[in-house]
């Protein structure tokens, strides 16, 4: 067991921001390792900032930890100016508890959130000295695994990686833990690689074969790689679909108890408090949405426990709910009304009030009621999310708000007191008109005229994005809209926005959107890109002073792979994704039918509070829904709402 | 708060102490709020939208340094004969604090004190890793003691200067190994330098480079050792760090 604590000690005083890389934060542990113990490294792919408050990994953090036959540290992605150092004096990729090498840990587990942290994590694997192709690895190398919500497609990493873990983590990770425990020392590599795939939720690339059809051309005559006819397992044993992993009752999972408060600045510096998992508005472009059905809640009174229990232990005086929509909770209004409770009667020290930020707003009054109930102090900016500037292709896309909610929220917002607006969009949507998109910044215009009727100060930002279709949603058959039609669409927003006043635009690069492109959809053959990416330097691809558009179509041309039929191809029923053998419980014709409807602009009910329509999740793994309410919070009356009804 | 309301300064003397160096002074002063919040500490609040703790902190250590001698001045809403039990109080927020950052000695005083930041003029570090002997260490200070200029060149906001330093330089002592008179333990050789902090001041690694030629940030290993300030003519420090944390009225001391 050693450490490179001596030698990284020297170079810390050469790099920015040194304390990312010593560990010691508060709930920090140091368990201990050795004979009968699995030693995991669960890593963030992206520097420590970003990465410690990801929640997803301190779960499993804590749960592996409390296990006597498991000992877990942490690691992220070093930043470049330590990494040079690192690579000039030969120290390897390190946890920040024992500072101890990656290579001496069993698994190396890293989250994948987004598709172009795929470069990082090759990196990675690279500085912890373990082969970068999972074929050279030996049995004394750590296993490579991925989980999160990108590895619902891992297929561009299969070279890379030697499993990938599908939906929950906080049953399976103890399943891999005696897997491997139980393997260790007793067995070829190849072996503990078959023995994983009877573990449910666990993907082993290499135990399955992808057969192409020849390549072709297009109806241009330009030449183009063949298509999947097939991927199957090489053995009988190994599932011919690998089904997701759902956990039935978060209540069962109070994790994390002791959230981790670290010395130096990161992002969402807050006590986040998860209170359900899953979503089913049904919105067709949310991949997180798709692959999370159903949606379980966490029980009121737990959350208060939590929230509680969190506070006096960490000081925190910011709470963040989480989830992806949390005013759809059902018991929001009294779960909010506790925790303020909570906090008036424990305070001994009256000024120091505790805040509460609800993330995802939904855009209603309602919702905007519930905003101004937690938010102390001056309301500076508050975030709704309409994605789209039709209600046309709000139906479309199933994000089933009507302009006059979106007017009625915006009002009550004003009227409370907020002055500035932010509202998120996607341009590149199906269907999505010159019309529609100029109608984003007619709607923010007439919100700003709204605000201006309660103070002279309001104002809105647009917020956009290009859309980049994901897998196991109703859109994963569409092209994705070219780089220079996402840019000529920008262009478009800010000449008009040029003309209202109060009215900002602001924007995602839209080459980052075709880079995403090309790994969100891709296929194994992807992996020879994103190595050669790599290669050529291209780390930190999320962050935009490093990335480079140009990397990624030189490695495209490179090996032989044309970007319009990689990204901005439109797929037909005939196709055959690269993640067919890999399931989030969806039906595929649910998924079909659902871009049909959506083509057809019919929208789709949320299906807590509506009747079923069976898409594939509840009825196949035999779960359900766990809600506390039957009536979604903010309604009127007691009556589900209708299908075909207007009201959000 | 309106100025009539009761209030007293909780000056407080910690150390910064292991891998912990490594975290900037911006986010100490983090860490300190959150430890104060957590400890309880009956810490008054500024005015305005978004109150905060009203935290005085003395000269900034440099990051990577360590120090036995930080300060902060922590302004309560109470009168000081209404602040019960000090010692608790100091004890329950250095077990809020970070490993590596320790309450060593805590005092009350007037709210009408000069600041730490003001009033501290004389700054004690200590320096090792400089890659000489004992022997060269010696003959490199008094070199540097007899000398009447010590130049170096610096760079502020793109602009060069040259600077003499050497009236800055107050005492330079080097101490053998094993030899050290301080608390921690080095083995090696070891400078303890005394340096005005009028103007610009001088900074420990600049003391090492132009001493020394030992420059490296990488090699060099600095700690603060004391902060003294001027009463009456004689050096005294702000707070006395026989560590443990005490009361003790300096306003009975005639400190105004």
């Known amino acids: 067991m050693t450490s490179v604590w001596p030698e990284l000690e020297r170079l810390l005083p050469r790099v920015r921001k040194p304390g990312r890389y010593i560990g010691g934060e508060r709930g920090a542990q140091r368990p201990a390792h050795g004979e009968g113990i699995v030693s995991w490294l669960l890593a963030y792919p992206d520097v420590y900032e970003v990465g410690l408050p990801n929640q997803g990994l301190q779960i499993l953090y804590e749960i592996l930890n409390e296990r006597d036959d498991a000992a877990a540290e942490r690691t992220y992605a070093p930043w470049v100016d330590l990494e040079a150092e690192m690579r000039d004096h030969g120290i390897p990729l390190f946890s920040v508890e024992s500072h101890r090498p990656a290579a001496e840990f069993h698994v190396l587990a890293f989250n994948l959130s987004s598709e172009l942290v795929a470069t990082n994590v090759l990196n990675m694997i690279d500085l912890a000295g373990v082969p970068l192709h999972a074929a050279e690895r030996t049995a004394d190398d750590p296993l490579v695994i991925v989980g999160g919500h990108a590895a619902f497609n891992p297929e561009p990493l299969a070279d890379f990686i030697d499993a990938a873990v599908l939906g929950d983590g906080e049953e399976v990770v103890g399943e891999l833990n005696e897997t491997i425990r139980s393997w260790r020392g007793r067995g070829s590599r190849r072996e503990l690689l078959h023995r994983l795939t009877s573990i449910g939720g666990v993907y082993v690339p290499s135990m399955y074969d992808v057969e192409y059809a020849p390549d072709g051309v297009d109806a241009h005559g330009r030449p183009v790689p063949g298509g999947i006819v097939g991927l199957s397992p090489c053995a009988e044993d190994v599932p011919a679909v690998v089904d997701k992993r759902t956990v039935a009752d978060l209540a069962e999972w109070p994790y994390p108890k002791r959230q981790l408060q670290p010395l130096i600045e990161v992002v969402h510096d807050r006590l986040n408090i998860e209170v359900f998992r899953g979503c089913t508005r049904g919105c067709r472009f949310c991949q997180a949405g798709m692959i999370t059905r159903p949606v379980r809640e966490r029980p009121p009174e737990q959350i208060r426990t939590m929230v509680a229990e969190g506070l006096e232990r960490s000081g925190h005086d910011q709470i963040s709910l989480t989830s992806l929509s949390t005013a759809d909770l059902s018991d929001i209004g009294p779960v909010l009304e506790g925790i303020l409770d909570d906090q008036r009667r424990s305070d001994d020290a009256p000024d120091c009030g505790v805040s509460i930020s609800l993330p995802s707003l939904r855009v209603d009054a309602f919702t905007v009621g519930l905003a101004e109930q937690v938010t102390s102090g001056r309301r500076a900016g508050l975030t709704f999310a309409p994605e789209a500037g039709t209600w046309r292709l709000r139906q479309v896309i199933n994000k089933l708000i009507t302009d006059e909610d979106l007017e009625a929220a915006v009002d009550a917002a004003f009227a409370a007191g907020w002055t500035r607006l932010k509202l998120y969009f996607l341009i590149g949507l199906p269907s999505e008109t010159d019309d529609d998109v100029r109608a984003i910044v007619e709607l923010a215009s007439r919100c700003v005229e709204r605000g201006r009727r309660h103070t002279p100060k309001a104002s809105v930002t647009v917020s956009v994005g290009g859309f980049v279709p994901k897998a196991h949603t109703p859109f994963q058959w569409f092209g994705q809209n070219s780089g220079d039609e996402l840019a000529r669409k920008v262009a478009l927003l800010r000449a008009a926005a040029r003309k209202r006043r109060g009215v900002q635009v602001k924007w995602h690069d839209p080459d980052a959107s075709t880079a995403e492109g090309i790994v969100s959809r891709g296929d194994r053959r992807i992996g020879a890109v994103i190595e050669r990416v790599w290669r050529a330097g291209g780390v930190f691809q999320e962050w935009s002073e490093f990335f480079e558009l140009e990397r990624w179509t030189d490695a495209l041309a490179a090996v032989g792979l044309p970007l319009d039929h990689v990204v901005h191809r439109h797929r037909g029923p005939d196709e055959v994704f690269a993640w067919t053998h890999l399931s989030a419980g969806l039906f595929h014709d649910f998924l079909w039918d659902d871009w049909r409807a959506a083509l057809a602009e019919s929208g789709l009910e949320d299906c807590r509070w509506t009747h079923c329509y069976d898409c594939g999740v509840c009825t196949g793994y035999d779960i359900d829904h766990v809600v506390a309410s039957a009536t979604p919070p903010g309604s009127v009356s007691a009556v589900p709402v209708e299908l075909g009804g207007v009201s959000a | ?256």
């Not at chain 2, 209030?7 to 100490?28: E, P």
């Not at chain 2, 000081?80 to 927020?93: H, K, N, Y």
Request: glycine share 8%.
């Open chain 2, 1 to 256: 708060m309106n100025a009539a309301a009761p209030s007293s300064v909780l000056r407080l003397r910690y150390r910064v102490d292991g891998a912990v160096r490594f975290v900037g002074s911006r986010d100490l002063c983090r860490l300190w709020e959150q430890a104060i919040r957590r400890a309880r500490v009956p810490v008054a609040m500024s005015q305005g939208f978004t109150p905060r703790p009203r935290l005085a902190f003395g000269l900034a250590l440099p990051t990577c340094a360590e120090s036995d001698a930080e300060y902060l001045d922590v302004r309560l809403a109470r009168a000081a004969e209404d602040v019960a039990d000090v010692p608790s109080l100091a004890e329950a927020l250095d077990r809020c604090l970070p490993t590596g950052v320790d309450v060593t000695a805590v005092d009350l005083v007037d709210t009408s004190a000069p600041s730490l930041q003001e009033a501290a003029a004389v700054i004690t570090w200590a320096l090792w890793g400089l890659g000489q002997t004992t022997e060269e260490l010696r003959d490199a200070a008094s070199a540097a003691l007899a000398a009447d200029r010590l130049y170096i060149e610096r760079e502020r906001k793109g602009e060069r200067s040259v600077d003499d330093v050497r009236g800055h330089l107050l005492g330079l002592t080097v101490v053998a190994p094993g030899g050290s008179p301080v608390a921690f333990h080095v083995d090696e050789p070891l400078v303890v330098a005394d340096v005005r902090t009028a103007g610009r001041s001088v900074r420990p690694l600049e003391v090492a480079a132009v001493v020394f030629g030992a420059g490296d940030p990488g090699t060099v290993r600095i700690r603060r050792l004391a902060q003294w300030f001027d009463d009456n003519g004689r050096r005294r420090e702000f707070v006395s760090p026989d560590g443990t944390a005490k009361h003790e009225l300096l306003i009975a001391e005639g400190w105004r």
